[in-house]
């Protein structure tokens, strides 16, 4: 099942990915404002002619991962050949190689997509759990994804938080006790991912999935 929605102003065509566990209306919707043409598709196939790929999540990441299994070749193989890859809550955690969430939930060893190497951990014991509402963003490099948004806020809802291997894959992060990652990328820059939702984040939000859909027109 696919559907289509025209933008208001089409820099793009943005393949949403429907696994079952992603807030897809919200998503399109800001991705269409942000000037993608959005198809929002269950079939793997359809990765192949888009110009960029969003991966949304709502839940846990084992549920996320057995959901999107389907997906995995060609996700990996899509961000091999150096598409857009954009992962959104759950979606970014779901980028890395595993999470503790899954041992927690008596799930195992849970593999991730391994496209942002590193482990998703539980935010410490004295830290209310999940991280909820408005909290800034601290730019810590460039990439196109974070053009114009230092010091903005962005709206989280969140237990575990990503904890990558290289410390360059961080884009910018969020202090909650600890500062953590908000926002990362992969080496080559064209697999990235939020923490936060940009869809429930205002112009800041929509400042991020316009740079998005730039960097996916530029590719």
């Known amino acids: 099942m696919s559907t289509t929605h025209p933008p208001e ?3 793009a065509d943005v393949v949403v990915v429907d696994y079952g566990l992603g807030n897809l209306r919200s998503a ?7 000037g993608a043409n959005v198809t929002v598709s269950d079939d793997p196939d359809s990765i192949d002619e888009a110009d960029g790929i969003v991966l949304p999540g709502v839940g846990a990441f084992g549920d996320g991962m057995e ?23 759950l979606g970014m955690q779901m980028l890395l190689t595993s999470s503790e969430e899954a041992d927690r939930a008596g799930q195992g060893d849970v593999e991730g997509l391994d496209l ?4 998703n951990v539980r935010f410490k014991e004295g830290q209310k ?16 994804l974070v053009e114009g948004i230092d010091g903005e806020y962005a709206y989280f809802v969140h237990s ?17 006790g600890i500062d953590f990652p908000a926002m990362l990328a992969n080496e080559a820059g064209n697999v990235m991912g939020t923490q936060f939702h940009p869809e429930k984040s205002g112009e800041t ?6 740079n998005f859909v730039e960097y996916c027109a530029e590719q």
């Open 9 to 11: 102003e089409t820099l």
């Open 28 to 34: 399109t919707r800001g991705l269409e404002r942000a």
């Open 67 to 89: 959901n999107a299994g389907p997906f995995r070749e060609s996700l990996t193989q899509a961000a091999a050949d150096g598409m857009p890859v954009f992962g959104i809550c």
């Open 116 to 119: 942002v190497p590193g482990t």
């Open 129 to 144: 759990v999940p991280h909820m509402g408005w909290n800034e963003l601290n730019v810590q490099r460039d990439h196109p």
């Open 160 to 176: 575990y938080y990503a904890v990558p291997d290289d410390d360059e894959a961080v884009l910018a992060t969020t202090d909650y």
């Open 205 to 210: 939000g929509l400042r991020i999935l316009r």
